[in-house]
C-alpha cells in the first residue's frame, strides 16, 4: 500500500529555514514523480515544488532559490528545505506522489496519493 507521511512543519522567524519530510512507504521514491504543494489560509491549495523519477527539479517562481527539494534514497524519504521563509510561505504543506509518470508536474490532479498536511507558520 502507497503512503506518504509528512513531517517538520512549525513555527519560524521569517528569514529562517526548515526542512520538510515525506517518508513514503510501499514503494520507491526515486521510482515516481514527489510533488510538494501548499495550502494558505483562505486561499487555493498551488504546486510548490516538484522532483521526477529522472532528478529534474522544478519550482513556482515565488520560491525559486530559497526552496531545495531533493531526496534521501536510503530513507526513502523526500525533502523540501525551505530557506529565507517568509511570512506568505505560511500554510500546510503536503507531499504527493504520481506513480503514472505522465501527469503534469505542479498539476494537483496528477497525484493520487496524498501525505496528511505539515503546518509551516513562519512570523514576521
Known amino acids: 500500500e502507497v503512503q506518504l507521511q509528512a513531517s517538520g512543519g512549525g513555527l519560524v522567524q521569517a528569514g529562517g529555514s526548515l526542512r520538510l519530510s515525506c517518508a513514503a512507504s510501499g514503494f520507491t521514491i526515486d521510482d515516481y514523480n514527489i510533488g510538494w504543494f501548499r495550502q494558505a489560509p483562505g486561499k487555493e491549495r498551488e504546486g510548490v515544488s516538484c522532483i521526477r523519477s529522472d532528478g529534474d527539479t522544478y519550482y513556482t517562481d515565488s520560491v525559486k532559490g530559497r526552496f531545495t527539494i531533493f531526496r534521501d534514497a536510503a530513507k526513502n524519504t523526500g525533502h523540501l528545505q525551505m530557506d529565507a521563509l517568509k511570512a506568505e510561505d505560511t500554510a500546510v504543506y503536503y507531499c504527493?506522489?504520481?506513480?503514472?509518470?505522465?501527469?503534469?508536474?505542479?498539476?494537483?490532479?496528477?497525484?493520487?496519493?496524498w501525505g496528511q498536511g505539515t503546518l509551516v507558520t513562519v512570523s514576521s
Open positions: 504527493a506522489t504520481d506513480t503514472t509518470l505522465h501527469g503534469e508536474l505542479m498539476a494537483q490532479s496528477s497525484y493520487e496519493y
